[in-house]
């Protein structure tokens, strides 16, 4: 994917946005299977997301405000942003995959919608993407290693929302590292998680200030006391580390797939290419990046 000037971290850039569309396309799967995927993704989210709000409006002691209280969660937010991740991330795969059958440029550009974005709105786009294959690691370890009581939910909806949420999140992040031809992320988008993360902990705090609970327990200082900061660096630091291994999962799936295998890519239509696509080096330093602005 494009990338900006070094020595200007927080610059945007001016090359060529994804010249081989690796946002849209997968070394396993065509582009219409991995919009589906996607796609079904989304609605299995929000499905699981209604169904959710709906039961506790009929069945939770407190009716709806259980479903209001939710979405002071870390595990809430970040499910409602798998959700529109992949609403988004499939309506892109679409565009690519209808459009570039017509397209008439050799190498296929600005046949997706995210092709067609200002860049400030692709740059996010890719942040997004960075989020999308760490937090959802990050809800399910303080789940399942801190949250869980270790007894089993006596209900099957207790297990299968949990299940949905705090399992199956994962796997949806993993998908999103191994099957799409997406580079590692930038390591400048360490920083955003880190900032998303304490924009939470003030949501957390203005939760206890308007709503008299916290989300977690870990985050009460009148029950860990000390322990609090422990807790929020550790969650740091983890979401960092957790990066770290996402970079090296999609670096490894990147130089085993292409380096090693020569499986360069599944593209569609007029961007198809037999042996393997264009280099993104080569597309950039083509005399064509200034008529495909």
Not at 31 to 48: H, M
Not at 102 to 107: A, I, K, L, Q, V
Not at 229 to 257: D, H, P, S
């Amino acid at each position: 994917m494009a990338g900006g000037d070094r020595r200007r971290p927080f610059a945007f850039g001016t090359d060529l946005w994804d010249p081989s569309h690796r946002f849209e396309t997968s070394w396993l799967l065509s582009p219409w299977a991995l919009f589906f995927c996607r796609a079904l993704f989304s609605l299995y989210i929000f499905t699981t997301i209604i169904f959710v709000l709906a039961w506790q409006c009929a069945n939770a002691p407190t009716h709806c405000a259980a479903s209001q209280n939710s979405f002071s969660f870390f595990t809430s937010l970040t499910y409602w942003g798998l959700g529109f991740y992949f609403l988004a991330s499939a309506v892109h795969t679409f565009t690519y995959a209808r459009n570039s059958s017509s397209s008439s440029s050799s190498t296929g550009h600005h046949v997706a919608l995210l092709d067609r974005l200002p860049r400030p709105l692709q740059a996010l786009h890719s942040a997004y993407y960075t989020t999308i294959v760490v937090y959802p690691f990050v809800v399910t370890i303080v789940f399942w290693g801190r949250l869980y009581s270790g007894h089993w939910f006596a209900a099957s909806f207790d297990g299968w929302s949990n299940i949905s949420q705090h399992a199956m999140n994962s796997a949806f992040a993993l998908f999103e590292i191994v099957v799409p031809r997406t580079d590692p992320p930038p390591p400048l988008h360490m920083l955003w998680l880190l900032v998303v993360l304490a924009l939470y902990l003030a949501l957390a705090y203005v939760t206890e200030a308007t709503k008299g609970f916290y989300p977690y327990d870990f985050l009460d200082p009148s029950k860990q006391h000390g322990l609090v900061a422990a807790y929020v660096f550790g969650i740091a630091v983890g979401a960092l580390i957790l990066f770290a291994v996402a970079w090296g999962l999609i670096w490894l799936r990147r130089y085993i797939t292409e380096t090693r295998l020569g499986m360069h890519g599944k593209f569609a239509g007029a961007s198809e290419i037999t042996a393997r696509p264009v280099a993104e080096e080569d597309v950039e330093m083509s005399g064509v990046r200034e008529s495909l602005k």
